[in-house]
């Protein structure tokens, strides 16, 4: 079982475990609570869909991080997920009430936000905002980071992000004492230096 491959997994907080394994929904689907450093408190809830090759159907992952604010562990959180998913799969995160819900809420780059950073630095390089979840069985908000499929698309969409980060770097509205702001702006020069090299 893919899930398996994060036991152990080391964090700041300690090695990550896996509890409360349950069916989904579907064959393929798989229910699961993560936890770091043998504390109890979930490090993440996740859905964990494994791929239906028959309807081409990639494996796909769903994740909620309680503790959005410590973006290191958030970051290690994050890509640990990533790991159990091959190229071409795509990794949602949950936000709300967070700096990542403000900073979308101001038209900031999806890669500018916590979690939009954190799932670039997991290998995700197209970026959804599910502000708006378009059915009862959607959830709340979410931030859906895609892994590229192949190095050429890997490296359009590289390209891609670099143009929109440096035009909206170059915009010179807001008020530069907002905190929000500042960090939104220190996590897009971090990604764009990775993205332009």
């Known amino acids: 079982m893919a899930l398996e491959r994060l036991e152990g997994r080391p964090t700041g907080r300690g090695p990550l475990t896996v509890a409360s394994v349950t069916r989904g929904r579907f064959p393929e689907e798989l229910d699961a609570v993560v936890a770091a450093g043998g504390s109890g ?17 990639r ?15 958030l970051a290690e959180v994050v890509a640990a997920l990533a790991g159990l998913l091959p ?6 995160v949950g936000y709300g009430d967070d700096e990542t819900e403000r900073g979308l809420k ?26 708006y979840p ?7 908000f ?9 190095e050429r698309v890997r490296g359009e969409r590289l390209d891609q992000l670099a ?5 909206w770097l170059a915009w010179t509205g807001g008020d530069p004492d907002d905190g929000v702001l500042v960090r939104a702006r220190e996590r897009a020069r971090t990604v764009l230096e990775t993205a332009a090299s």
């Open 41 to 57: 408190c979930p490090a993440a809830q996740i859905k964990y869909f494994a791929g239906r090759p028959s309807a081409r159907v």
């Open 134 to 140: 378009e059915g009862w069985l959607e959830g709340g």
């Open 87 to 92: 190229a071409g799969s795509h990794l949602m």
């Open 163 to 167: 143009v929109e980060l440096r035009l």
């Open 106 to 131: 101001r038209g900031y780059p999806p890669a500018a936000t916590p979690v939009g950073s954190a799932l670039f630095a997991a290998g995700c390089t197209w970026f959804k905002d599910w502000y």
């Open 142 to 150: 979410k931030l859906q980071g895609n892994k590229p499929l192949t």
């Open 59 to 73: 494996p796909w992952l769903e994740a909620i991080v309680p503790d959005r604010d410590d973006e290191p562990f």
